[in-house]
């Protein structure tokens, strides 16, 4: 069988959880190892469950893990957001929501898997708040202080959404929290404050393995935050460098994302006693 179809026998389910008083769309994923530790999946800054595509099925069928895949508040069909969101969203998404999502959710061993803004969310966590059943981390382009070149990047999307086609193109996913979606990310990184935007004080206390994909051509963010978090990380990090590749590896280089975050979870289940 091929992945895509492995991923099409894997069984998922929509829902929702209310955590801290707010209801939050979720996926479920199930996972045909009963040992292995659940994939949680955090979304980028203009992402949601429906924009992972099937990347986490895929995932799933090939690690045989079960997985969540979660849209925070303000994203997909969750429950919408106050706008301007603080710059300190990634925070309060890391220490206050992630725990009790998991808690909720009734999640033992963990693995994080995130995505830019959900990259930085799962390193906040994991050296701040980290829970004993977390196992690893997987981050795709994540961030861990502001550069210019991202700011720059996100102000070059307030024109295409403005004009209506980006948002246009985002309301497919959000429904009627697009300007929540948008605007909850696009001001916070645009805010003046945001370039002493800086989490790089939680890595050393990050004490379980990492595994890094960013992209070559990542217009987002330079190749100082993987030396950043490769230096300061409390724990062995992996990175995998990919060629042809922007912002989004899962989507723009998915066979080998595929094939480096399933190796490296497969031997984070080998080596974990059960």
Same mark, same amino acid.
């Given at each position: 069988m091929t992945v895509a179809e492995l991923a099409d026998s894997v069984e998922s389910e929509l829902g929702y959880l209310e955590v801290?008083?707010?209801?939050?769309?979720?996926?479920?994923? @199930?996972?045909?190892?009963?040992?292995?530790?659940?994939?949680?999946?955090?979304?980028?800054?203009?992402?949601?469950?429906?924009?992972?595509?099937?990347?986490?099925?895929?995932? @799933?069928?090939?690690?045989?893990?079960?997985?969540?895949?979660?849209?925070?508040?303000?994203?997909?069909?969750?429950?919408?957001?106050?706008?301007?969101?603080?710059?300190?969203?990634?925070?309060?998404?890391?220490?206050?929501?992630?725990?009790?999502?998991?808690?909720?959710?009734?999640?033992?061993?963990?693995?994080l898997v995130g995505h830019s803004d959900g990259g930085s969310i799962s390193l906040i966590h994991a050296g701040s708040c980290a829970t004993p059943g977390l196992k690893a981390v997987v981050t795709m382009a994540p961030h861990v202080f502001c550069e210019e070149l991202t700011v720059t990047s996100i102000a070059q999307t307030n024109s295409a959404y403005e004009s209506g086609k980006l948002r246009e193109g985002l309301a497919k996913y959000h429904h009627e929290n697009v300007d929540c979606a948008f605007w909850g990310w696009n001001k916070a990184w645009l805010a003046p404050a945001s370039l002493q935007w800086n989490i790089e004080k939680y890595l050393p206390e990050i004490n379980v393995p990492q595994l890094l994909l960013q992209g070559e051509d990542d217009q987002y963010g330079s190749v100082a935050q993987v030396e950043s978090i490769a230096a300061k990380s409390g724990a062995s990090v992996e990175v995998r460098m990919l060629p042809d590749c922007g912002h989004s590896p899962y989507k723009e280089q998915e066979s080998q994302s595929l094939s480096f975050v399933s190796e490296f979870i497969t031997l984070i289940i080998s080596t974990t006693p059960h």
């Open positions: 801290n008083g707010v209801k939050l769309e979720v996926k479920h994923i @199930a996972g045909r190892n009963p040992n292995a530790p659940t994939l949680i999946f955090l979304h980028e800054g203009l992402g949601c469950i429906e924009i992972w595509r099937d990347f986490p099925e895929k995932l @799933a069928a090939l690690t045989g893990c079960p997985a969540l895949v979660y849209n925070r508040q303000g994203y997909g069909r969750s429950a919408p957001c106050e706008v301007p969101r603080p710059l300190t969203y990634m925070h309060i998404e890391a220490i206050e929501v992630l725990p009790k999502l998991l808690a909720v959710a009734a999640i033992g061993d963990h693995i």
